[in-house]
């Protein structure tokens, strides 16, 4: 799919997360779907603010498709971008180099949906908020590559139960130093709560 026009105005008001490569000043991908009409995972060109590709439109549960992608995270082992697909109670996976889907995960319990995803590299870890039930699902990282037989397994080494007020817990930040996971909730009480996982 080649470059289209895209003002960052256009996508402004349904942004929910953004990723870079470090040291890339190229590009940089961002999920439009938070509560608005796109649903989309685009690569944009720092450069210019054109779209380099994109995938998805409406909501839909098929693959390669959104349903309110909320949180997405540069995978620098595979040159991939996790995407939290909130709504499908999933994460797919995606080349960065061309949007091509790699595999998806939806090994997560019923009625949880995935609003945050961040990758911890200095420990190894995969980090999933589930802003529904309240749930940070932990898993190893890298992961295998796909193969001719299907997506890696996936299956959490530690599913942390967060505070009982935790709800909406709707962004994460890892400090790689410390190993602490920061999240941002927006539920009632809003506040910032903070876990340290044991490293997978």
Known sequence: MGARACSIASIRRAVADV???PGNT???FVVDGDGG???RLLAMDWSSGRVV???GSAASSAPGSFDVPHSIAYDS???ALWVADRSNNRTQVFSAHDGSLLF???CFEEGSQPWAIRIDNRRGAILVADGTLGKLYVFA???PAASAAGPPPCKPVQVLD???AASKLHEMAVDEVTGAVFIAQVGSPTGLIQVTPVSP
């Open 19 to 21: 990723a870079v490569i």
């Open 26 to 28: 190229s590009q940089f």
């Open 37 to 39: 009409p796109n649903n």
């Open 53 to 55: 590709w994109h995938r």
């Open 77 to 79: 082992g595979r040159h």
């Open 104 to 106: 998806e995960w939806s």
């Open 141 to 143: 990282y890298p992961v």
């Open 162 to 164: 967060l505070p009982p």
